[in-house]
């Protein structure tokens, strides 16, 4: 089956710094990926959808101008967390669907912790 | 309430045991998932639904679309298969975005 990469996966950082997360489909063009998050015992909650050659959208209460996507290719996608904070800290997982069909592909996860 | 609504939440099986793991909506949809998420986090996609019945291995999927519900059954339950189950929609409009259930965390013991 498609493959779907994220690099890295787990990160340990500062808090105020930036972290950046790659999401790689690796044997097929995404136009589209999406970005979602997952706190401990909860199910994932859609961040933003990445779209390649223009602008991501976000979900109501995602700060845009904290989590900044930027998918600048058909096999690439990145998360880009600005001024990081302990609250930040969660599952950061990412998917991307196959046109034909329409399977999600899941990337296996980038952890986050932000002391 | 959730627009996906899984049941049960928690499940726990003796090896052997056949298992279902239920899946109700109240949108309309283009497709159905059923994901399995290991402790470790990664999401491996294990059917894709429209209509019908799926059987892939131990694991067959059911969906009905007049009553906006699906099931998962896991045939001859074996402790590798301990993970949460998720039943996401695909929402029926242009975009292949995916409105995920709560999960049902499944425990099979030896």
């Known amino acids: 089956g498609a493959v779907v990469s994220q690099h890295p996966s787990w990160v340990i950082c500062k808090s105020g710094t930036s972290v950046k997360i790659e999401c790689r489909s690796l044997d097929f063009q995404a136009t589209t990926m999406f970005w979602y998050r997952q706190f401990p015992k909860q199910s994932l909650m859609l961040m933003a959808t990445?779209?390649?050659?223009?602008?991501?959208?976000?979900e109501q209460g995602v700060e845009k101008d904290k989590f900044l996507i930027n998918h600048a290719s058909l096999t690439l996608s990145t998360l880009t967390v600005t001024s990081a904070h302990p609250e930040d800290s969660s599952f950061y997982i990412c998917?991307?669907?196959?046109?034909?069909?329409?399977?999600?592909?899941f990337g296996p996860g980038t952890r986050l912790t932000v002391l | 309430k959730n627009e996906v609504e899984q049941s049960p939440q928690n499940l726990t099986a003796q090896e052997g045991e056949f298992i279902t793991i239920n899946c109700s909506y109240s949108?309309?949809?283009?497709?159905l998932h059923w994901l399995q998420q290991h402790p470790g986090g990664g999401i491996v996609s294990l059917f894709m639904?429209?209509?019908g019945k799926k059987k892939h291995g131990r694991l067959i999927a059911t969906i009905n679309i007049q009553e906006k519900h699906s099931s998962l059954h896991i045939t001859a339950s074996h402790p590798r298969d301990s993970a949460v189950y998720i039943c996401?929609?695909?929402?029926?409009?242009?975009?292949?975005?995916?409105?995920f259930g709560t999960g049902t965390l499944l425990a099979v013991q030896p």
């Open positions: 949108v309309g949809i283009s497709a």
């Open positions: 639904l429209s209509s």
């Open positions: 990445s779209n390649e050659g223009s602008k991501a959208t976000y």
């Open positions: 996401a929609v695909r929402d029926g409009g242009a975009t292949n975005k995916l409105i």
């Open positions: 998917s991307a669907p196959r046109l034909e069909g329409g399977e999600q592909f």
